[in-house]
């Protein structure tokens, strides 16, 4: 059941990336209802998103999608997360795209330093279609609502604080297995090239 409910999360926020990125309409609807909203949960997820190289560059993009071009989301996300730790999971990630990058064309002709982020959404859309296309032929049910807002119980400081109970992704393992097995299909960090994080650096931490 464990291993269920931290898959379940992570396609969750997975969804929510694809939701939110670059989409001011659906960006506002992250703020929407009583408090924690679905914003505030994304930045309360699981100690092991903020700590493991598997699985922060899925909360690191997660912000990218929910924050970036939406000057309200930012202040909601830097009130929850500091702009020290949200530049050590940038950098983190970026370095991370770079390595893949690298080892996948060496002689750099993947790599894009245009610094236009537009080109990055006709791949991001191919990936939803794609996504959408598999979730019908398997019977897939949409996630995103109950993943994120639902049971999944995301108060990290106060299991930190009492140490009572377990949540999915606390010790990353279920997690981890899943983020390797679908890095190289979907997940939102391969869709973003190395120097978008530097511009998502510049939009979070510039003004700090």
Known sequence: LLFQVGLLLLES???LG?????HPGNQAVLRWGKSPTILHKVCDLPFAFFS????????TTALIAVCY????NRSVVLQEISSDMIS?????????????????????????????STHILPDIRNSLSDM????????????????????????R???????????????????KQRAGEASSAFMLHRKIPAFFFDKAEEFFCGGA
């Open 13 to 15: 926020i997975l969804l």
């Open 18 to 22: 694809y939701f939110s990125l670059f």
């Open 52 to 59: 493991d190289p598997e699985l922060m560059p899925i909360l």
């Open 69 to 72: 071009g939406c000057d309200q």
């Open 88 to 116: 050590t999971l940038l950098r983190s990630c970026r370095a991370s795209v770079l390595a893949t990058s690298d080892s996948v064309a060496a002689d750099g002709s993947g790599a894009n330093n245009s610094g236009d």
């Open 132 to 155: 959408s296309i598999r979730s019908s032929r398997k019977g897939v049910r949409p996630v995103l609502g109950k993943g994120v807002s639902g049971p999944v119980k995301l108060n």
């Open 157 to 175: 400081n106060k299991n930190q604080k009492d140490g009572r109970g377990a949540r999915a992704g606390d010790d990353g393992g279920p997690l």
